[in-house]
């Protein structure tokens, strides 16, 4: 609770919801059923009595001195005298708090006050003994024989380090005679190790009035830049005398001699934009109080004043209006969609000019950074409603990906993968109420990564809506291709097609908005069919089904009154039967004959007109869904055509693996049979053991919806999956937090009170009584849709999150209304049974036989299918088989398919579950601004909605006041042990704790200005050390500045010796031979009072600079065994090293002999020590669809090399060059210009018209 400092009116209003809480839980007490709960309840009662203390102790500050005493639970007076120490049950009221705002100036109130809420009463001295960040059971009370010492390992309250306030005042020792107070102030250091340790800690307070022993223990650095300034340097005026504590001094306690590494580093206010002389300016120009500009506001746990919704929306809303989408909670990302480019296919093509926001980019750096450094998988995933921007900022992330690890959009591969989604976007997107483009497919990308080059993307898709193909919902569509399809084809090709006369006011699938945008359309199809031919999927075939699937619409059976039904759109039937290359007669058979198995007996009956139009349409998704399923699985296969358009060059991962399948034939003919495939098998297992089966996920799953007026079974499914993701969130985010604290003993005073979703979810997919296992039931029994709801309403009558329509209308028995994490959702029953069943009889798949079927593509669609059928002589005989696509192994020979749609969809959900539980998460949680898609336009209304069921208040008030982060103590020293003195870490097992405490404390000496309730506290685990968000991001920055300067310090001190060695002993080398003369690797540094430890440190690094140079050969030295390319300005560009594709992820249990390896090695003229050699590049570029040989002529679009990198560009913007070739350098060209040659990164120059 960060209450201290703002009004008494909110203070009054907390108190009063603390103590409903705490009468609430006293109840709960009473009623407890079991020992766990009663004693969780204590702790709990235990908690909001401090709480309450504490607040209505804070009503009292500002009073004045003399006005009376606080007494409560647990805060008793403490009568003045020379032997009182702190009452036990004080100082374990005090040590709950950890938000107390004391700033270096003061806070905004008087050291009367916060004494007297440390004390828990008032006094009216004037010198007061401010108290350390020490932990709650150090046991360094008043008096000489102070409480007993409790070892910090087991504490359970947060328990960050001393210096407390940024200045270092330098006031002379007083003696105290009545007891020994914790000061505050910046100590030396380790001044507060001693308590922290179990040590006894002595330190000198000033003389108090009062004269009792009381000390002040506080859990977290409470500095709040809101409140700062209303006090001078002193205070208000009232004098401080701080006084400084000696520390008994233990073997690794440091000394003046060591130079703090963080000291330098300056640290700023991080919850705004600022830069540094901006900072200055308006420190100096107003109070900080106004600093807090909502528009400025980068991160929500710098909120100033208390957390509300109100706030929250008036900085999201404050951004907003200043086109900044992209707003913080910590680590997870705010993204508000502002509806600027409505109608773009959101492609990695389309997307090309969109900005990248610097969050965006941040969160897949952090991703690259995590997966390069510990080979663990990392999952970026989005979240929200439909039309919130989650496929925008996976293509906008995927772009980025590439740009880091993959090369760039001049690649194979990514224009591979561009082709992929330009397909698939057509394919599986459509127009609802709410989203013109909304994405009907879910899609988990994952990007495979290796020593941080990507070497192999994949793309896993969750096709739901399969029920939209023949019949979308009102005021919706059906998929873009079609339209487009229509509107794109040329006259020829529509009589090719029997599409000519059609449109979509004449097409029965197409029924709803027919409202098209022709000329726009028509560019999507062409730039469709362009992406096809790249992906190697002929463009003749997949529009013969998507026009057989059109025509099957206009194919109508009716009851003739006979045994045969007849057929209304005959002529629709016979171009649908010349478009998949089988006989009418015999498709006419196949949608009107059924086959069963009775007893043995195969029986043949004739279906009615209810019947045969089914099957009708089951043909019609099996057709479509299928060819997704194909040209998903060509997108992601590595063998790929060698190339209608010609893009795919050397370097992609077909020839990759051509060259493994020659190499193994190889080995297999000259090493003698066995002896060559044995050596192949070995190298094949060391490759395996040296490939990081680690990748990088991009979640772009469906988001929750609200159909109009009713929904269906797929909305269902869509709507568990976004249940699940929220689950997920949930868990990962709130409930690890805190089980986590709870095993390892921590106490933490912020209580997040997030709404758990379980329910919901056990409604839906319990395994026994959810609502998908009663479906499957009733399916399996032939039952009704009205049987069905009636089931499951008596089945969960008590649950509340089924509830029943609040209105006067009729009741209808086939509807019922499910209450989710974002909303009410009204379901209708009538076609679930039959949507679940995705059945297609094997009379129809046996149709497209190839000994009756001539069209190859077709028969491929139903290939599984069709192997497993004519694995015996009688077909057909009675069986069913999924509408969606079923793999061989998995086919079973019966009555009914292998799964239903929710079995099939239940199955994938959990494996992708697996996955993610695995990986490390990355949140992106996607807000839609309005529900009309209107650009720029903010309703709240809307928004507040999203907020809510997004939780993003809780999760706000976790990272500000919570421990949200866990780390190793290992981990933690290996991140940032250069926080710290090498010399003093002990960098053992045993002493990792202290190794953190050390950190730690020389981290926050010089601590940043915090606002809102944000905090530095931290707490030390059983295993693990908690961290606050407020910490987290100051040991960062620490982190960032100290590399950055050490880099610096690092290419100054080489580039030096190396210019000094190219130019020879004389010049520069006679110069530095003056005593008075000194050089500095860096010539902007300025005068400090480190300068000549620093010159020292220079020196020395010179020094073995130079002996390891002598040492080596003449030439400059190689720094690695990779291509090394010293480019202008000396700065070393080291390429990618080139994936290797295609190969397993390692086996742990399998071992190496290295005596195959290395004889196998031998035979193939490999070296294990060094990569293979790079493939030669190839001697065009591609534009477009066209190969462009060298050399070419090429505009600058940007000065080369850029600002800060040499003195004067040597290429500037504008200039028209030449280029003469591929650069040996990745990602970069031969530029040739005035007789000179450069290697330049291909986006700083673009072809000249």
């Not at 963080?262 to 600022?274: A, E, H, N």
């Not at 086109?323 to 705010?334: A, E, M």
């Not at 990564?449 to 793309?459: C, E, S």
């Not at 790249?534 to 194919?555: C, E, T, W």
Request: proline share 6%.
């Amino acid at each position: 609770m960060a209450t201290l400092g703002l009004s008494k009116v909110f203070i009054l209003d907390k108190y009063f919801t603390e103590l409903q809480k705490f009468w609430e839980t006293e109840k709960k007490l009473q009623d407890a059923s079991s020992s766990n709960e009663a004693v969780h309840l204590q702790q709990r009662l235990k908690s909001l009595s401090t709480e309450l203390v504490t607040l209505r102790n804070r009503l009292h500050v500002g009073h004045g001195p003399g006005q009376g005493q606080s007494q409560g639970n647990g805060a008793q007076p403490v009568p003045p005298g020379p032997n009182a120490g702190p009452k036990t049950n004080n100082f374990d009221l005090n040590a709950s708090s950890p938000n107390l705002n004391l700033s270096s100036s003061g806070a905004g109130l008087s050291a009367t006050a916060v004494q007297q809420h440390a004390n828990g009463h008032h006094t009216t001295s004037k010198n007061h003994s401010f108290s350390h960040t020490l932990p709650a059971n150090s046991g360094s009370g008043g008096g000489a024989g102070g409480g007993a010492v409790v070892s910090a390992r087991n504490t359970s309250i947060p328990h960050p380090l001393p210096h407390q306030l940024a200045e270092k005042p330098s006031l002379p020792h007083q003696q105290s005679g009545s007891g020994h107070g914790q000061s505050a102030g910046t100590l030396p250091h380790m001044s507060g190790m001693g308590s922290i340790l179990g040590q006894g800690s002595h330190s000198h307070a000033p003389v108090n009035n009062n004269s009792n022993g009381n000390s002040n223990n506080s859990n977290t650095l409470p500095m709040r830049s809101s409140n700062s300034g209303h006090l001078g340097s002193n205070g208000g005026g009232v004098g401080h005398h701080l006084s400084h504590a000696h520390s008994q001094q233990l073997p690794f306690i440091p000394q003046s001699k060591h130079t703090n590494p963080c000291q330098s580093v300056k640290t700023l206010p991080f919850g705004f934009g600022y830069s540094e002389g901006q900072q200055k300016v308006q420190q100096q120009k107003q109070p900080p109080q106004a600093n807090s500009s909502p528009k400025d506001m980068q991160d929500l746990i710098h909120l100033s004043g208390p957390l509300t919704e109100h706030a929250v929306m008036r900085t999201l809303q404050a951004r907003f209006n200043e086109q900044r989408y992209f707003t913080n909670v910590g680590p997870i990302l705010l993204s508000i969609n502002p509806y600027l480019d409505v109608g773009n296919p959101l492609t990695l093509t389309s997307t090309r000019a969109m900005p990248l926001a610097p969050q965006l980019q941040k969160i897949v750096q952090e991703a690259v950074r995590q997966q390069s450094e510990t080979g663990y998988p990392q999952a970026i995933i989005l979240s929200g409603t439909s039309g919130a921007g989650k496929t925008a900022n996976a293509m906008l992330m995927l772009r980025q990906l590439f740009a880091i690890a993959g090369g760039g959009p001049e690649t194979d591969a990514f224009k591979h993968l561009a082709a992929a989604f330009t397909v698939l976007r057509s394919l599986g997107s459509a127009k609802t109420t709410t989203n013109s483009e909304s994405s009907r497919i879910g899609q988990f990308i994952e990007v495979q990564v290796t020593d941080g080059a990507l070497y192999r993307t994949k793309i896993h898709c969750y096709f739901l809506d399969q029920t939209r193909v023949i019949r979308p919902l009102p005021k919706e569509k059906n998929y873009h291709i079609f339209y487009q399809l229509l509107a794109g084809l040329s006259r020829e090709e529509r009589q090719k097609l029997h599409l000519d006369g059609y449109s979509p006011a004449n097409l029965r699938y197409l029924r709803g908005d027919i409202g098209q945008n022709e000329q726009e359309d028509a560019a999507r199809f062409q730039a469709w069919k362009t992406c096809l031919g790249i992906l190697g999927i002929p463009f003749l075939d997949v529009v013969r089904v998507l026009a057989a699937v059109l025509l099957l619409g206009n194919v109508q059976f009716i009851d003739g009154g006979g045994l045969e039904v007849d057929v209304k759109g005959e002529t629709e039937l016979n171009s649908v039967a010349s478009l998949l290359g089988v006989p009418p007669a015999a498709l006419f058979r196949g949608l009107t004959t059924r086959t069963h198995n009775v007893r043995g007996q195969l029986v043949k009956s004739v279906c009615g007109d209810g019947d045969a139009n089914m099957t009708r349409d089951c043909l019609a998704k099996a057709l479509y869904c299928r060819t997704v399923a194909t040209i998903v699985r060509r997108a992601n296969s590595l063998k790929r055509l060698g190339s209608t358009l010609g893009t795919l060059s050397s370097d992609s991962n077909e020839s990759v693996h051509n060259q493994a399948d020659v190499a193994s034939q190889h080995a297999s003919t000259i090493g003698g049979g066995n002896a060559g495939s044995k050596s192949m098998a070995a190298l094949n297992n060391a490759v395996r053991h040296a490939t990081s089966d680690g990748f990088i996920g991009i979640l772009d799953m469906f988001g929750f919806e609200e159909p109009s007026p009713h929904a269906h079974l797929e909305h269902l499914c869509i709507n568990l999956c976004a249940e699940t993701m929220q689950h997920f969130y949930n868990t990962h985010i709130f409930k690890s937090s805190v089980e986590s604290c709870r095993d390892e003993g921590i106490v933490c005073d912020t209580e997040v009170d997030y709404v758990d979703n379980v329910p919901c979810i056990d409604l839906i997919s319990s395994l026994r009584t959810g609502l998908l296992s009663m479906l499957d039931a009733e399916c399996s029994v032939r039952g009704t849709a009205e049987s069905y709801v009636t089931k499951l309403k008596v089945q969960h009558r008590s649950s509340s999150r089924l509830e029943t329509k609040p209105t006067a209308e009729p009741h209808d028995p086939r509807m019922f209304l499910i209450r989710h994490f974002a909303g009410r959702v009204e379901y209708d029953t009538t076609d679930f049974l039959d949507t679940n069943r995705d059945v297609v009889p094997d009379d129809l798949v046996g149709v497209f036989y190839k000994h009756t079927c001539n069209f190859g593509f077709a028969t491929h669609l139903f290939g599984s299918e069709l192997k497993a059928l004519y694995a015996q002589q009688q077909a057909p005989r009675g069986l069913s088989f999924r509408i969606s696509p079923t793999s061989h192994s998995d086919l079973l020979n019966g009555d009914e398919p292998v799964s239903t749609l929710t079995q099939d969809f239940h199955t994938r959900l959990d494996n992708l579950l697996r996955t993610l539980v695995h990986a490390r998460p990355h949140f992106v949680r996607c807000i839609r601004s309005n529900g009309t898609e209107a650009a720029g336009s903010f309703d709240r209304a809307t928004v507040v909605r999203q907020i809510r069921s997004l939780q993003v208040l809780e999760t706000v008030n976790l990272m500000a006041s919570g421990f949200p982060h866990r780390m190793r103590f290992k981990q933690f020293n290996a991140r940032y042990r250069m926080l710290a003195p090498f010399r003093l870490l002990r960098r053992s097992e045993d002493k990792a704790l202290e190794d953190c405490q050390l950190i730690l404390q020389y981290a926050l000496e010089q601590p940043p200005v915090l606002d809102g309730s944000v905090t530095l506290a931290w707490a030390p685990g059983k295993r693990h050390a908690f961290l606050s968000e407020g910490i987290r991001q100051h040991l960062e920055h620490l982190r960032t500045e100290i590399r950055h300067k050490s880099a610096t310090l690092m290419q100054a001190t080489w580039r030096g010796w190396w210019w000094r060695k190219k130019m020879g002993s004389g010049g520069m080398g006679k110069r530095s031979k003056h005593p008075g003369h000194q050089q500095t690797p860096l010539s902007n540094s300025k005068a400090t009072p480190n300068s000549a430890a620093q010159s020292k440190a220079a020196s020395s690094t010179m020094a073995a600079l130079a002996a390891v140079a002598a040492a080596a050969p003449i030439s400059v030295p190689r720094l690695s065994a990779k291509t090394t390319n010293l480019g202008i300005g000396g700065t070393v560009a080291r390429p990618r090293p080139q994936p290797i594709a295609g190969t397993p992820p390692p086996d742990p249990q399998e071992k190496c002999d290295q005596k195959i390896i290395q004889q196998t090695c031998n035979l193939f003229g490999l070296d294990l020590e060094r990569p293979p050699p790079v493939p030669p590049s190839r001697s065009y570029t591609i534009t477009g669809n066209s190969k462009i040989s060298y050399p070419q002529n090429r505009v600058m679009k940007m000065n080369f090399p850029e600002e800060g990198q040499s003195e004067a560009p040597q290429l500037k913007k504008g200039e028209a060059v030449t280029v003469v070739g591929a650069s040996t350098v990745r990602g970069h060209l031969m530029v040739e210009h005035k007789g000179q040659s450069f290697h330049v990164p291909f986006q700083f120059m673009t072809l000249s018209k």
